[in-house]
């Protein structure tokens, strides 16, 4: 079985400063790990996605994401940021294994920033 | 190109009703996902379908949610005899599919379901 949990509901930072954003994972098997984005009345978009490549991934806007493994972790980061990244934020997991590939989402991190 | 479209934006039924969501997929996806946004369970899966496969139900509720896929494109949720329980958000992703591979799922902008 695979799970997600992410330690914070709500994150309030000021403008220009670094966003952090985390996530722990559960998985049976090699996973497949998302961090998606939610702007208000706006549908999930992909921020970015590590399928066992490059443990550093780059995604859009700035942000990046670290797995490891070691961990069980993959938080979301951003070194200075900017009033549009106000949104809900969801780390998910897909679990390898399964064929189906639906997905696993965490409880949501809503993300405020502050002039 | 055409991004996941759904239909209708809202929906507000009274309790014991029947409604049907639909979902047009991206062209050439072959896998469709439903999930289901609510307040107290957060984003939850509901059903998968792949190509001609069978659907992957394991997510439905009960027995009161179906879904069918016509053709490999379009595809409906159906909920019998709602209850204040099922209000929520429905979503549909699709993907191009295959297990290879992770493929990016791109979702629909979802429909808002009340049940009063």
């Known amino acids: 079985a695979q799970s997600v949990t992410q330690l914070d509901s709500h994150v309030s930072v000021s403008e220009g400063t670094p966003v952090l954003l985390r996530c722990n994972y559960s998985s049976s098997y090699s996973p497949s790990l998302f961090w998606y984005v939610q702007h208000p009345n706006k549908g999930l978009q992909l921020l970015l996605k590590y399928t066992s490549a490059a443990t550093l991934v780059k995604g859009i806007n700035g942000f990046e994401a670290e797995f490891k493994k070691s961990e069980t972790s993959f938080h979301l980061t951003k070194p200075s940021a900017h009033m549009s990244d106000a949104a809900e934020y969801f780390c998910v997991v897909s679990d390898g294994d399964t064929g189906r590939r639906a997905l696993t989402f965490g409880s949501g991190t809503r993300l405020q920033v502050q002039p | 190109g055409a991004g996941v479209s759904q239909s209708p934006s809202n929906k507000v039924t009274e309790k014991g009703k029947d409604v049907e969501l639909r979902c047009d997929p991206i062209?050439?996806?072959?896998?469709l996902y439903w999930y289901r946004q609510s307040l107290g369970q957060g984003l939850e899966f509901l059903i998968y379908f792949q190509g001609n496969s069978a659907p992957d139900k394991s997510g439905l509720p009960s027995d009161r949610f179906s879904a069918e896929r016509t053709g490999g494109s379009v595809s409906t949720l159906t909920i019998q005899r709602t209850q204040q329980e099922d209000s929520a958000v429905y979503l549909c992703?699709?993907?191009?599919?295959?297990?290879?591979?992770?493929?990016?799922?791109?979702f629909g902008p979802g429909t808002r379901l009340t049940v009063l």
């Open positions: 992703a699709s993907s191009l599919g295959g297990i290879s591979s992770y493929n990016e799922q791109f």
């Open positions: 062209s050439g996806h072959t896998a």
